[in-house]
């Protein structure tokens, strides 16, 4: 009875790994049956996505403002190229630190407050930000920056090929995902859970608690920046949308509906959403209402997201509960015995 828990443990590992597997060779061999643009931009909001959960599913801190860390590196990646005439390289480089700075800024100031007060602080930062690009010479005001060249990478690879550009996005992501996958994994990453479950205590063993929210608040933007940076340079467009409240909101439903705390599920998530704004796209306004409904029926039938419903089959777990506890027998002694002990006493 003793082996049982850990080799139910390893069958469950080997099934991540056997999925993850799956899931990559799925991904490598997309391009050649659907539109690469299409997966180019699932996976941007899929890295978008799961930055996004590390805050809200292992910290548990309600970020309503960051669009600012999508959108505002976009801008900084397509100006960087265009006019400064950085490599491609570079230039998501510049997007990336740009979206940290504005995480350590946006952080200090509002990691100290809790719920809906640290919501709305973010909210309100995020405003700013999108203020600025629509006020900025250099952001091109409504218009945007367009024709954001793609160049080369690292000088040889030439992105203006689709093919090419989608496995670059890919490796972006891959490299993304991993970052965070390692962080969860991390010393750092139980510290994070720890404060997550109960803060204070995690105040009584001696963690500064806040500056763990903010260093978890930093990568949270920077990886944030990243997919931002790279869609710049997919679409070739920096404009308002990404930098708007909504994005904001998107990013919050995406979570929601794959899974809060979980790996996998704001990928699926962002999959999801993406897939059905690409499909219903011809209704038009409709398509917020349909997005609305969808997420109230998944609140109401499966509040794990979509991971919490189809992890049980994906893991071969159906309809096999854990075993109960193994309990130990005490022999008792007959009565005869009792009674000769007692009369002895």
């Not at 139980?190 to 806040?210: C, D, F, H, M, W």
């Not at 011809?282 to 979509?306: K, N």
Request: proline share 5%.
């Amino acid at each position: 009875m003793s082996t049982a828990v850990p080799e139910r443990d390893r069958t469950g590992v080997t099934a991540v790994w056997l999925w993850t597997a799956g899931l990559i060779g799925l991904a490598i061999v997309a391009p050649f049956f659907l539109y690469s643009v299409f997966l180019m931009k699932a996976l941007c909001m899929a890295l978008f996505a799961c930055a996004f959960n590390l805050l809200l599913g292992y910290v548990g801190l309600l970020s309503f403002g960051h669009a600012a860390f999508f959108g505002g590196p976009s801008y900084t990646t397509a100006h960087a190229v265009k006019v400064w005439g950085l490599p491609t390289e570079l230039g998501i480089l510049a997007g990336v630190a740009a979206a940290a700075a504005l995480g350590l800024v946006f952080g200090y100031l509002a990691i100290r407050r809790q719920g809906i007060y640290f919501a709305m602080v973010t909210l309100a930062f995020a405003q700013m930000v999108f203020f600025f690009c629509l006020q900025a010479k250099f952001t091109g005001g409504e218009d945007g920056i367009q024709a954001v060249p793609r160049g080369y990478l690292l000088g040889v690879i030439d992105l203006n090929q689709p093919l090419v550009m989608y496995y670059v996005v890919l490796a972006v992501f891959l490299f993304g995902f991993a970052v965070i996958v390692r962080t969860i994994n991390s010393p750092f990453g139980q510290v994070l859970k720890a404060i997550r479950e109960n803060e204070p205590r995690a105040v009584s063993l001696g963690y500064r608690t806040e500056h763990y929210k903010l260093l978890a608040f930093i990568l949270s933007a920077a990886l944030a920046g990243l997919a931002g940076s790279t869609k710049a340079l997919v679409f070739q467009f920096a404009s308002l949308t990404d930098v708007n409240w909504t994005m904001s909101g998107e990013v919050v439903l995406m979570t929601l509906i794959g899974g809060i705390g979980t790996i996998l599920g704001p990928v699926l998530g962002a999959f999801f959403l993406t897939t059905m704004e690409n499909y219903l796209a011809q209704a038009g306004s409709w398509v917020t209402i349909i997005e609305g409904i969808i997420f109230v029926i998944c609140v109401l039938t499966f509040r794990e997201g979509i991971v919490g419903v189809i992890a049980p089959y994906a893991m071969g777990r159906r309809a096999r509960p854990e075993p109960p506890p193994e309990e130990i027998e005490v022999e008792e002694p007959p009565p005869e015995k009792i009674r000769e002990a007692a009369g002895q006493g």
